[in-house]
Structure formats: C-alpha cells, structure tokens
C-alpha cells in the first residue's frame, strides 16, 4: 500500500525592510521597548531625547516584518573626551525587537542600516552597550582602543566600531553621554549588580 503524505503548506516569507521614524510613531516605538525589555527606562530615554530635540528622526529607524512595525533602533551623538579634545562619535542605544520577531534578523536589519546611515554622514566611530552579539557587525570591546564609560565595570560590554579603518587608533577616552541617558546607565550598572549578587 503506497503510503500518503500530509501536504503542508510553505510558511508566509518573512519580508524584512525599515524606515525611518515619523511623529505619529511615538507611541508604537514606546510600545517595542516597554514589551521587548519589560520595563520603561529605554522608552523613557527616547522620550526625552525627542523632547530636548536630541533625537534625529533620520536616525531613529522602524524594522518592519511584512509591513507590521516589529522593531527599532536609534544613533544618537555622543564624545570620547580627555584632557586634550573631545571626539564626536554615535552612540547605537537603544535597540529593541518585539518578541514575536526576534531571531529571524530584523534586528540585524536596522544595525547594518545605521552604520551604513553612519558612515554615509561621514562619522567614524560607533560604540554601543550590549552583548557579544555585536561582534558579528566588526564591534570590537572598547577597551582595546582604551575607550571606556564612566563608569567601573567587568567584562567586555562596551563595544566600538571602525567605520573607517584606523580611526579610533588616538581615540582613548571617557564617552560623554547627553544627560537624558544618565538614569539609564546607572540603572544598568544597578541591575548588573543585583544579578551577581543573585549568582553568588
């Protein structure tokens, strides 16, 4: 007897594109980042970029999966700063994917856009807070450039990227945030603190 096979049907394709952000798309950003981190310091940070007028739209970018909103991203400046100049650089925070999306590259989709959006403005450095995951984009830990945050910390969280070659080479420093982003980063560091107080 000849056996029979079910036939499934091939899953919808997954369409991946991005834009950038327009006003009407505040509250849906808020939105991402509240679900994908389960708490309001990333959405409270972008609001209050946007308020101060930190925020470029240009530079604040929506992934979208199939037309539906399912990510964002935004590059804000910032300085590496020492005792002889300040160096202008881009800060990639925050990055957020709903969780329904995650790991089918929509993430991946807005970094190398900002970077391209980066470097076509002319910019040289790019630093972000994260995990390794960063790495496979050419982020390597800041502190091999003797870049640093403000702050002491173990571990290579802190990454920065060459967007042209060699140009971070004199670029040692402390990074010089805008003030909207200071609770956030000690509400990192705070959080951080607590998870190695829960593992000992």
Known sequence: MKTRYMEVPNPQPRQLSCRSERKE?????????????????????????RQENLLDPALSLLGMVNG????????????????????????????????????????????????????????KIVLVYGEAYYARFGFRPAREFNVFRPIVETGDHFWLLELVPEAAVNASGVIEYPKPFYPLVFQNVLAALHLSTLKC
């Not at 999306?101 to 991946?108: M, R």
Request: charged share 20%; hydrophobic share 50%; net charge negative.
């Open 25 to 49: 798309d505040a509250a849906c950003i808020r939105l991402i980042h509240t679900t994908a981190f389960g708490h309001d310091w990333e959405a409270n940070l972008i609001e209050e970029l």
């Open 68 to 123: 539906e909103v399912a990510a964002h991203i935004l590059f804000t400046p910032v300085s590496i700063h020492n005792s002889v100049r300040k160096l202008p650089v881009m800060l990639l925070a925050p990055l957020a994917v709903l969780p329904q999306y995650q790991g089918i590259g929509v993430g991946s989709l807005l970094v190398r856009e900002g970077l391209r959006l980066c470097k076509e403005r002319g910019l």
